[in-house]
């Protein structure tokens, strides 16, 4: 990770929450996902963040925009499938909308597109339960790994892996202070 993003004022963000989800998650459990405060989350994660990440170049995080979708395991799998040639469901996909090797300029005007995330509830949910803590923590484990590899982050080995995820502790412990 090798690439500085500065953020020098607050980031402005649009981020646009999709609930996709189709499947038996309880109402208990969907009125608990649906009064995640999303927004506030990734915008809270962006401002608090100085990353190095890939592109090569440092540039200024000023206006940014990026997308959030929960769904279930099948629509999860289906896409895993389609993009990734992986059939089988996943917990969380990022798609990010710049590439590595991409040098943006300087005086971009416009929102910079961060990418999708998409989270599957289905599987958040059952490593929540697997790992003794709740689906809104498993959500924000989730979610912020997802946006860290919408900003070029990235686990090959057990190392880098490890350096994700102490940064993704740091952003959900900035949830509660």
């Not at 040098?103 to 958040?124: F, H, K, M």
Request: proline residues 3%.
């Amino acid at each position: 990770m090798t690439m500085n993003i500065t953020v020098e004022q607050p980031v402005n963000a649009s981020i646009y929450v999709e609930n996709a989800y189709q499947g038996n998650l309880g109402q208990d459990n969907l009125k608990l996902v649906e009064s995640i405060p999303w927004v506030n989350w990734i915008q809270t994660w962006l401002n608090s963040l100085s990353l190095t990440t890939e592109l090569g170049k440092d540039y200024e995080l000023k206006n940014c925009e990026l997308s959030l979708r929960l769904t279930s395991d099948r629509q999860i799998q289906s896409l895993n499938h389609q993009y990734r040639l992986i059939d089988q469901s996943t917990d969380v996909l990022a798609f990010a909308a710049t590439e590595a090797d991409i040098l943006l300029p300087q005086d971009i005007t416009e929102p910079q597109c961060l990418g999708d995330i998409i989270i599957s509830l289905d599987t958040a949910l059952r490593q929540a339960r697997e790992q003794k803590h709740s689906l809104i923590i498993e959500l924000a484990w989730l979610s912020s790994h997802g946006l860290l590899h919408l900003l070029g982050w990235d686990h090959p080995d057990d190392v880098s892996l490890q350096q994700m995820l102490g940064k993704q502790s740091e952003l959900i412990k900035l949830l509660t202070s």
